[in-house]
C-alpha cells in the first residue's frame, strides 16, 4: 500500500463547476498536511495546509479526517487557470514530506 | 528577490558519465532538499541537509552525492552508478522548522542516453 494515495485523474470539469481531491494516508502518526500545486513541467508550489479544523482560502476548502486518514481539496467555481496536477503531501514521523503522485485537472471552457 | 535557482534547466548526458546538478538560495533557509519525480509519481527524497556541512540519505539515496559546504548552495551529483538517472530533479529548502512551507526551484530535466 502506498503511504500517499490520490486518485491520478484527470478529472475533466466544466468552467465553473465544483471539484473535489481525496487523499488517504497510510501513517497514523502524521502530523502536517498540505496541498500543492504543480503546474505543466513547472516545480510545486504550495496551495494550502491542512488544518484539523478544516480551512478555507477564497474558492478553495480543505479538510482532514484523522479517523479515516484521508484529506480533500474542494474547488468551487473553477477557472481555467486551476487546470494542474493537484499533489497531496503528508509528514513523516521525522516531519520529511511524503508525497502523493498528483491529481491532475483540466477545466474546460 | 529572494528564490532558488537551479541551473541548467535542461541537461543531457551520456550513460557512464557522472553530472552535477546546481542549486542555490537566497532565503536564508537553513534546510535544503532534493527530490526526483518521474512521470506519474509522487515526489521521492534524495538527500537533504538541515545544517552547512551536514546532510541526509533521503528514499532513493543510491547512486546520488551531495555536498553541503555553504548554507546558500546543495549541490547533487548524479554519478554513473545510477541506474536510470533519466528524471526531473527538484531542489526546495525551507527553515527546517516543523509545517514550514518548502520553497521549490524551476528544476533540471536531465536525459541520460
Known amino acids: 500500500r502506498k503511504e500517499v494515495e490520490q486518485d491520478p485523474g484527470p478529472f475533466n470539469v466544466p468552467e465553473g463547476a465544483t471539484v473535489a481531491f481525496n487523499c488517504t494516508y497510510s501513517n497514523s502518526a502524521s502530523q502536517s498536511f498540505f496541498w500543492y500545486r504543480q503546474d505543466c513541467r513547472k516545480e510545486p508550489k504550495l496551495l494550502m495546509s491542512v488544518y484539523s479544523s478544516g480551512n478555507e482560502d477564497g474558492r478553495f476548502t480543505a479538510q482532514l479526517n484523522r479517523a479515516s486518514q484521508y484529506i480533500s481539496l474542494l474547488i468551487r467555481d473553477s477557472k481555467l487557470s486551476d487546470s494542474a496536477t493537484y499533489l497531496c503531501v503528508v509528514t513523516d514521523s521525522n516531519y520529511q514530506l511524503i508525497w502523493g503522485a498528483g491529481t491532475k485537472l483540466i477545466i474546460k471552457p | 528577490d529572494g528564490g532558488i535557482t537551479q541551473s541548467p534547466k535542461y541537461l543531457f548526458r551520456k550513460e557512464g558519465q557522472n553530472v552535477t546538478l546546481s542549486c542555490e538560495q537566497n532565503?536564508?533557509?537553513?534546510?535544503m532538499y532534493w527530490y526526483r519525480q518521474d512521470p506519474g509519481q509522487g515526489l521521492r527524497l534524495i538527500y537533504y541537509?538541515?545544517?552547512?556541512?551536514?546532510?541526509q540519505k533521503g528514499d532513493i539515496a543510491e547512486g546520488y552525492s551531495v555536498s553541503r559546504e555553504k548554507k546558500e548552495s546543495f549541490p547533487l551529483t548524479v554519478t554513473s552508478a545510477q541506474k536510470n538517472p533519466t528524471a526531473f530533479y527538484l531542489c526546495?529548502?525551507?527553515?527546517?522548522?516543523?509545517?514550514?512551507?518548502?520553497?521549490f526551484g524551476p528544476g533540471t530535466r536531465l536525459t541520460v542516453t
Open positions: 526546495a529548502s525551507n527553515t527546517g522548522t516543523v509545517n514550514s512551507e518548502q520553497y
Open positions: 541537509s538541515q545544517i552547512v556541512n551536514d546532510f
Open positions: 532565503l536564508n533557509h537553513d534546510a
